[in-house]
């Protein structure tokens, strides 16, 4: 608070540098663990709850989280571009509860990010369901975060969205860390996922739509399913790229599966597959997995099920 | 404090609708007092008293730099113990105990941002983090577990260990010690001067245990990571890791029974007396042939190619 209280004047200069007059809506938004939300959301007098900062930021706009808290009692529907962080230093926490996700982006045309953000559940409380919920064709930003102990998703983008995520940790997620589904676009990066029933989830079931994802420098242990592409509607794809990739103590660890029609696919590399069950596994008429031939794969328990496909170096 | 004790009961209130004899979020604090109710408003002051607050899944923040233990702190239900980043969270290990102790089994325990170490002078104690022979799971983060007698962390049978972006040095036993039946991941740990940085052990005559050691450093000590098996299965996959001045880097044995893997891929080996070392029926060194070995005094036995795939 001492900083805030230092940094207002300074504040309202920049504000009024930036924008030539007061505007009705900031171009950055505070919530702090003793706002309030009749607050306008200024670093002098910052919001509590995510909702007041979200109605209170412009377009394209940041909502800094000042302290450690939970800025969220039921789930945040984000509608305008926005960044959204925890200061470093700070836990921002966001829940689950009462059967609904922590976060969603229900509208298209958004360019939204968190950054140093926690997403939990609310012990003791009715369960939630997902982390993030992305049905619009937005672009979701995920960086530096911790998704865990949910009973869904961790994030489920469905729809033409595209996801980025780096740098997280994704554990004890009731299905897959990181769910794509029917034209959405997902590139993870230095994330881990751990004890949740699957890793990566890229699922087609749109006829003549694509979905794809690239997982690279991750690590994915304890779970069912590893990586898999699922595709079954006529001329549907999914498509995975694994690269620089360790998967451990996965049932599946490489897992493409079709039903009658689609195609689905996962191209490895650099990557470790061990002490799984099958080390991949191909299921369906337009099942593939290429290998760049030069992956580490030890101790599995069982032969995989269906065969590689050269994928060479260029 | 007091506004934030206005907040934190609304909020509370708001979300579950009414009072709640545990809570899902309990706080301690350098100046708690553990006959407070463990709430932001009033934090306690050590771990035990947060523990028996919270409910079953939900968290503990330690809020600034400060001890928040006396003895074994002995957890049994699910939950995520953390200091906020920017504050010390430390744990101490004495009077013959572990700093903490996992003793059920189907837990989910995560440890995020806590330093564990022993008290100079006291009673020494005896693991960072022990989980006896419980199938929980252990996730432990951006932590800091050194000056241990005996492990940093040992995990009994059964169990399942998650370890990253985490630093254990100078522990007298293995940084990360596996018995029986369990398996772990260690990713982006630096393991510095322990008798050895990931031991796995395969006893009895099924089953087996496993670690993955992914993008890590190990230097100093005995060991870099060791297989050993008598009757069961033990397997320690190295990739993209750094494994440097021991004195065994790669250690697979059996006493003629079972079996012992090490594979390794591209990984760096240098400044060991030993590279590597097998020994015994069932055991094996596995190599993807894209490895750095330098600087290595002696080997032991033999390394099989692994052909990548």
């Not at chain 1, 309030?36 to 002098?44: G, K, Q």
């Not at chain 2, 206005?6 to 004899?21: D, K, P, R, T």
Request: aromatic share 4%; glycine share 12%; hydrophobic share 45%.
């Amino acid at each position: 608070m001492t900083i805030r209280a230092l940094a207002l004047h300074a504040a309202a200069s920049t504000l009024l540098a930036l924008s030539g007059a007061v505007h009705a809506q900031l171009f950055r938004a505070y919530v702090a663990s003793d706002g309030s939300d009749v607050n306008p959301c200024t670093l002098a007098q910052p919001c509590r709850l995510l909702p007041a900062a979200l109605a209170a930021v412009a377009s394209g706009g940041e909502i800094w989280m000042l302290d450690s808290a939970n800025y969220n009692t039921g789930p945040v529907a984000i509608g305008k571009s926005v960044s959204i962080l925890a200061i470093a230093g700070a836990v921002g926490s966001l829940v689950a509860l009462n059967g609904g996700p922590a976060v969603t982006i229900p509208t298209s045309g958004l360019k939204v990010a968190l950054r140093n953000i926690a997403i939990g559940p609310m012990a003791g409380a009715a369960p939630g369901t997902s982390g993030v919920v992305m049905t619009g064709a937005s672009q979701l930003e995920i960086e530096d975060c911790v998704i865990a102990n949910l009973p869904s998703v961790g994030v489920y983008v469905v729809g033409t969205g595209m996801l980025k995520m780096s740098d997280c940790t994704l554990r004890n997620i009731g299905t897959y860390g990181v769910w794509v589904q029917d034209g959405a676009r997902a590139v993870v990066a230095s994330t881990r996922i751990h004890d949740s029933q699957g890793g990566l989830l890229v699922m087609t079931l749109s006829g003549s739509v694509l979905t794809e994802a690239t997982l690279s420098g991750g690590v994915i242990s304890g779970c069912d399913g590893g990586v898999k592409t699922y595709a079954d509607a006529l001329s549907s794809i999914s498509r995975a790229s694994v690269k620089r990739t360790t998967i451990d103590n996965v049932s599946y660890p490489i897992d493409s599966e079709t039903g009658t029609d689609g195609t689905a696919e996962i191209d490895v590399g650099g990557s470790a597959i061990v002490s799984g069950y099958y080390p991949w596994h191909l299921s369906g008429p337009g099942a593939k997995v290429f290998s760049l031939g030069d992956n580490q794969i030890s101790g599995n328990v069982a032969p995989p099920v269906g065969a590689t496909t050269p994928l060479a170096p260029q | 404090m007091i506004a934030r004790a206005i907040v934190s009961f609304a909020l509370l209130a708001a979300a579950s609708g009414s009072a709640q004899a545990l809570i899902f979020r309990a706080y301690v604090s350098a100046q708690g007092n553990d006959a407070d109710p463990c709430t932001l408003a009033q934090p306690c002051r050590l771990l035990p008293a947060a523990l028996a607050a919270v409910a079953d899944g939900g968290e503990i923040w330690m809020l600034d730099s400060a001890n928040y233990n006396t003895s074994t702190v002995t957890i049994a239900k699910s939950v995520t113990i953390l200091a906020i980043p920017g504050a010390v969270g430390s744990i101490v290990a004495v009077n013959g105990g572990a700093a903490i102790s996992i003793t059920a089994s189907l837990l989910q325990v995560a440890l995020r941002n806590v330093a564990i170490v022993p008290v100079a002078g006291a009673t020494p104690g005896t693991h960072g983090v022990e989980m006896t022979n419980v199938q929980s799971t252990l996730t432990i983060e951006r932590s800091l577990i050194a000056g241990m007698p005996e492990d940093g962390v040992h995990v009994g049978n059964f169990g399942t260990l998650v370890v990253a972006d985490s630093v254990m040095r100078n522990n007298a036993g293995w940084a990360v010690s596996l018995q029986t039946s369990a398996s772990a991941v260690v990713s982006s740990t630096r393991m510095i001067d322990n008798y050895g940085g990931v031991l796995v052990n395969g006893f009895g005559v099924s089953g087996g245990s496993h670690a993955s050691v992914v993008d890590c450093v190990i230097s100093g000590g005995g060991y870099g990571v060791g297989a050993y098996a008598i009757g069961a299965t033990a397997r320690v996959s190295v990739s993209r890791s750094t494994i440097d001045r021991t004195n065994t880097a790669l250690s697979a044995t059996t006493d003629g029974t079972g079996t012992a893997e090490v594979n390794f891929g591209d990984s760096l080996v240098a400044g060991n007396f030993y590279a590597w070392y097998q020994a015994g029926a069932g055991s094996a060194v596995l190599s993807l042939l894209n490895n750095q070995l330098s600087r290595n005094g002696l080997t032991q036995g033999s390394k099989t190619p692994l052909g990548m795939q």
